[in-house]
T-cell receptor, first 114, second 109 residues
Framework: GAGVSQSPSNKVTEKGKDVELRCDPI?????LYWYRQSLGQGLEFLIY????????KSGLPSDRFSAERTGGSVSTLTIQRTQQEDSAVYLC????????????FGDGTRLSIL | SQQGEEDPQALSIQEGENATMNCSYK?????LQWYRQNSGRGLVHLIL?????REKHSGRLRVTLDTSKKSSSLLITASRAADTASYFC?????????FGAGTILRVKS
């Protein structure tokens, strides 16, 4: 069956531009997570969606970052006015429920800000 | 802030040897999970151990949990070159997981 799909797989853009990253979770998974992984580091939590509840945005590093999840399925992470420190791999994961459940990850979007 | 911290940061062994990775955490948990990440890929869930469990097995994987010491270990027996990857522990924090920085395992053939 289909896993978590992320696009694009790679994105190179100039500083100051806006970028949109997309995540297609596993069908039927109600929880969706975005993480950021810098080179050689662990995962930094960004935002969490669960069903129709208000998202947990506590990990977003600045107001340049936002995310939405339409129809309880596809999610888009938007970074406005990108900075060089935004360069990282952005990973999306989905699960059937909340924190106690195993998460299924996409292969990420590698974002490079020139 | 990160809750799980893995040790060692890197481990290099010969094929056939066992690999042991440790994870320490700070606060009480409901469960602890281990994930593997191959280079350039997403994380893959390996095993989940609940706070009332002390040991769990899955194939060549053995996980232990000591809640009194707030620590867990992942043992991979009879390692293979294909086990080369980064390994992360993750603890639950409300509705989300908190990941450690990971252990890089290299298995030489």
């Amino acid at each position: 069956g289909a896993g978590v799909s992320q696009s694009p797989s790679n994105k190179v853009t100039e500083k100051g531009k806006d970028v949109e990253l997309r995540c297609d979770p596993i069908s039927g998974h109600t929880a969706l997570y975005w993480y950021r992984q810098s080179l050689g580091q662990g995962l930094e939590f960004l935002i969490y969606f669960q069903g129709n509840s208000a998202p947990d945005k506590s990990g977003l590093p600045s107001d340049r970052f936002s995310a939405e999840r339409t129809g309880g399925s596809v999610s888009t992470l938007t970074i406005q006015r990108t900075q060089q420190e935004d360069s990282a791999v952005y990973l999306c994961a989905s699960s059937v429920g909340t924190g106690n459940q195993p998460q299924h990850f996409g292969d990420g979007t590698r974002l490079s800000i020139l | 802030s990160q809750q799980g911290e893995e040790d060692p940061q890197a481990l290099s062994i010969q094929e056939g040897e066992n690999a042991t990775m440790n994870c320490s955490y700070k606060t009480s948990i409901n469960n602890l999970q281990w994930y593997r990440q191959n280079s350039g890929r997403g994380l893959v869930h390996l095993i989940l151990i609940r706070s009332n469990e002390r040991e769990k097995h899955s194939g060549r994987l053995r996980v232990t949990l000591d809640t009194s010491k707030k620590s867990s270990s992942l043992l991979i027996t009879a390692s293979r070159a294909a086990d080369t990857a980064s390994y992360f522990c993750a603890t639950d924090d409300g509705n989300k997981l908190v990941f450690g920085a990971g252990t890089i395992l290299r298995v030489k053939s």
